[in-house]
């Protein structure tokens, strides 16, 4: 530690000549000076970046003039009884997604029965509103019932897996526009051949319950697109290369299949306090993915403030700077194709529940503030879908 106190006077020097240009104050500094250098150095450049732009027009509208869709995860009970939030949707989005409302536990209440009343209601939103509407998801590890687990065995695991999918796909053919079919079955430290993540369609399907996934959800909409969705991805670290380098393979031996997967999902739940974004590594990726004849969507994106100074004007910098240099290279990819929030106001996000901030202050991940009002990351994602050019990323 005594070596990085030397530094702490000249830092401090520095960002007060920064900020002082922009009204915070050497208090609120003060509060920011023990950190890593790494996070000094792009947390200055964020606080005097121009984050300017036009709001006359939505995120929705400019996606769209530039071929791209834009849009954000909803909750059934929060839109129908909140109608700021529904306006806001509906002004912003040319695309939702069902947050909750299309996963196993809230569409199977019995091992025989079936609830489609929410996700039924965004349905109705989005064509009411002339959204596009994605769904989410039909496989995953997470989320299930609680009759699932002492359920399930090697016998009616498969019956169980094709019925649901069929039957959840089918009600919303010619209503969607993409499914995340499988969700998150990667995961490297389960130690499995593959990368593959241990779940309970792995244990009793085996490693082709993937791609069976894909080819029933395609028989019951041949419509709709079909992707697979991952998290983690994002970072210069090795823990995102091993799961880079297995999604990669993941997809390579699906579509050597024939398998009819037309894109990766990539979430995006981004960490504010972490700096090691490489926009020339990740885009690499992107185009290898690419290269696959897949398309790409940013499918759940957030900024995770945990860590961050506790003021929000400095705080809501730093989460711009990373929303707009992320999708800055991520826009440079052609096979891109659009970019979701998870959740559009800090009113109704998960982090506030999964990521709480230590001080007690509201988490502000989000384009919209509490009261729907946007802030500058709302002005980061603008400007970074204006950016948007065929030119790679350097």
């Not at 019995?110 to 349905?123: K, L, N």
């Not at 002492?150 to 010619?174: M, W």
């Amino acid at each position: 530690m005594h070596h990085q106190n030397k530094t702490l006077i000249p830092r401090r020097t520095v960002l007060l000549g920064l900020l002082g240009l922009i009204g915070i104050t050497p208090s609120a500094i003060a509060k920011i000076q023990n950190l890593p250098q790494r996070q000094w150095q792009k947390y200055q450049q964020y606080q005097h970046r121009d984050f300017s732009v036009d709001r006359n027009i939505s995120l929705g509208q400019r996606a769209a003039d530039r071929g791209l869709v834009y849009g954000a995860a909803v909750r059934q009970p929060a839109m129908s009884s909140d109608e700021n939030l529904a306006q806001v949707v509906a002004q912003e989005c040319n695309i939702i997604v069902p947050e909750w409302e299309l996963k196993w536990d809230c569409l199977r209440p019995s091992p025989t029965t079936f609830d489609f009343s929410p996700a039924d209601w965004i349905a109705n939103f989005a064509q009411t509103n002339g959204l596009l509407m994605r769904g989410h998801t039909l496989v995953w590890h997470d989320a299930l019932p609680s009759w699932f687990e002492p359920l399930i065995n090697s016998q009616n695991a498969r019956p169980l897996f094709l019925e649901h999918i069929h039957k959840v796909v089918s009600r919303y053919a010619g209503k969607i526009h993409s499914w995340d079919v499988v969700n998150e079955a990667i995961n490297v430290p389960d130690g499995n051949l593959d990368g593959l993540r241990s779940t309970p369609w792995l244990k009793f399907l085996g490693k082709d319950y993937i791609e069976l996934a894909f080819r029933v959800a395609a028989d019951a909409d041949p419509h709709a697109l079909l992707f697979y969705n991952d998290y983690d991805l994002d970072y210069d670290i090795p823990e995102a290369d091993a799961k880079r380098t297995a999604v990669l393979k993941l997809l390579t031996d699906l579509k050597s299949k024939g398998t009819p997967i037309h894109g990766l999902g990539i979430q995006a739940h981004l960490t504010g306090t972490e700096t090691r974004f490489n926009p020339q590594k990740f885009t690499t990726f992107l185009a290898q993915v690419a290269n696959l004849g897949l398309k790409i969507m940013i499918t759940e994106m957030d900024v995770i403030d945990q860590g961050l100074p506790r003021e929000p004007d400095i705080r809501d910098r730093i989460v711009a700077g990373i929303y707009e240099d992320y999708l800055v290279a991520v826009l440079s990819e052609k096979a891109v194709i659009g970019i979701l929030n998870w959740g559009i106001s800090d009113r109704h996000t998960w982090i506030a529940e999964f990521f709480p901030r230590q001080d007690g202050t509201t988490v502000r991940p989000l384009p919209f503030d509490r009261n729907y009002n946007p802030k500058l990351a709302w002005n980061a994602i603008a400007r970074a879908i204006d950016f948007k050019s065929s030119k790679p990323f350097n």
